[in-house]
């Protein structure tokens, strides 16, 4: 696969996710739906594992990074199916387009990583100014909504939680072994938060496209869209991958009005535009700055004698 269309990929699928989310938990429940995500992921994986003969590994070290893996993976679409029932599919990408500040903030205490600059700091200041804004135009936080806002937090927290402790493991392997081992030991979380909130399995309410939502998140959302994610990520340097979490929040919220009918209103645009302007800060504020200042630099001349 080239690295092109990989990092096509995953911009396409992570824009799509949240939108399949919401139809998803339309008419299923939303722990049997993230459920059934998880199945046909494992089921696909596990095959194309044995057909294309990838190497599977299962000592310490590997459990670890799988382990590691399945913290984001469990933590963050469990909540994030939660949400669903509160927020609408552009809400829960623009929340999620935050990870990377929340990824900074647990690598300094994870990983002793250098300090956070003042820069940076206040990149994620605007873009918690912005998330505000958001926040305030679409529910009130003292209805229902304060729970999906409080899920989609956590789910955020989780999948960066988990993406640094995959930083502190130095391990290569193939994307697909890990996104199979990734799924495999989150299938059984999945199965028992399904028992402990449900456990019911009534098919006669189940709508035809949350049934095809429920597929193509497993397909592409869980086993093509992980893959594509390792992939990339052991090919391009982080500032390139950060870059699809500042262009996914503008697809969702497209998606959300067109398809979904989702409401976009002034504020929330107002409201996005910071948290996106906040986040560019954030990856390439210092480093434009650094440029700027080179070009601003006067020329000394030597006097000529």
């Given at each position: 696969?080239?690295?092109?269309?990989?990092?096509?990929?995953?911009?396409?699928?992570?824009?799509?996710?949240?939108?399949?989310?919401?139809?998803?938990?339309?008419?299923?429940?939303?722990?049997?739906?993230?459920?059934?995500?998880?199945?046909?992921?494992?089921?696909?994986?596990?095959?194309?594992?044995?057909?294309?003969?990838?190497?599977?590994?299962?000592?310490?070290?590997?459990?670890?990074?799988?382990?590691?893996?399945?913290?984001?993976?469990?933590?963050?679409?469990?909540?994030?199916?939660?949400?669903?029932?509160?927020?609408?599919?552009?809400?829960?990408?623009?929340?999620?387009?935050?990870?990377?500040?929340?990824?900074?903030?647990?690598?300094?205490?994870?990983?002793?990583?250098?300090?956070?600059?003042?820069?940076?700091?206040?990149?994620?200041?605007?873009?918690?100014?912005?998330?505000?804004?958001?926040?305030?135009?679409?529910?009130?936080?003292?209805?229902?909504?304060?729970?999906?806002?409080?899920?989609?937090?956590?789910?955020?927290?989780?999948?960066?939680?988990?993406?640094?402790?995959?930083?502190s493991i130095s391990?290569?392997?193939h994307p697909m072994?890990?996104?199979?081992?990734?799924?495999?030991?989150?299938?059984?979380?999945?199965?028992?938060?399904?028992?402990?909130?449900?456990?019911?399995?009534?098919?006669?309410?189940?709508?035809?496209?949350?049934?095809?939502?429920?597929?193509?998140?497993?397909?592409?959302?869980?086993?093509?869209?992980?893959?594509?994610?390792?992939?990339?990520?052991?090919?391009?340097?982080?500032?390139?991958?950060?870059?699809?979490?500042?262009?996914?929040?503008?697809?969702?919220?497209?998606?959300?009005?067109?398809?979904?009918?989702?409401?976009?209103?002034?504020?929330l645009v107002f409201?996005?535009?910071?948290?996106?302007?906040?986040?560019?800060?954030?990856?390439?504020?210092?480093?434009?700055?650094?440029?700027?200042?080179?070009?601003?630099?006067?020329?000394?001349?030597?006097?000529?004698?």
């Amino acid at each position: 696969m080239q690295v092109s269309v990989a990092y096509l990929a995953v911009l396409l699928i992570w824009s799509t996710t949240p939108l399949g989310i919401v139809w998803s938990s339309e008419s299923i429940n939303p722990t049997m739906a993230v459920l059934l995500r998880m199945v046909i992921a494992v089921v696909l994986g596990s095959m194309i594992i044995f057909i294309r003969k990838i190497e599977l590994p299962w000592h310490k070290q590997a459990i670890r990074l799988y382990a590691f893996s399945a913290l984001g993976i469990f933590g963050g679409m469990s909540f994030s199916y939660l949400a669903a029932g509160y927020l609408s599919s552009g809400i829960l990408s623009l929340v999620f387009g935050l990870a990377p500040a929340f990824s900074a903030i647990l690598a300094r205490r994870i990983l002793a990583e250098p300090k956070i600059s003042t820069a940076k700091k206040l990149s994620m200041l605007l873009s918690f100014i912005g998330l505000g804004f958001v926040c305030a135009d679409n529910f009130s936080l003292t209805g229902d909504s304060i729970y999906g806002f409080g899920f989609v937090l956590i789910a955020v927290f989780l999948f960066s939680l988990s993406g640094v402790l995959v930083k502190s493991i130095s391990l290569a392997i193939h994307p697909m072994a890990t996104t199979v081992g990734a799924l495999s030991l989150s299938l059984p979380l999945f199965i028992a938060n399904w028992l402990l909130l449900d456990g019911s399995f009534d098919t006669s309410e189940w709508q035809l496209r949350s049934i095809w939502a429920t597929v193509y998140l497993g397909v592409f959302g869980s086993l093509i869209g992980f893959f594509a994610y390792f992939f990339v990520l052991q090919r391009l340097t982080a500032s390139t991958v950060a870059l699809i979490t500042l262009i996914t929040p503008v697809i969702a919220l497209t998606l959300g009005a067109v398809l979904n009918d989702e409401v976009i209103h002034p504020q929330l645009v107002f409201g996005a535009l910071l948290v996106i302007l906040g986040l560019t800060i954030y990856h390439w504020g210092e480093l434009l700055y650094r440029k700027i200042k080179v070009s601003l630099r006067v020329p000394t001349w030597s006097n000529e004698e």
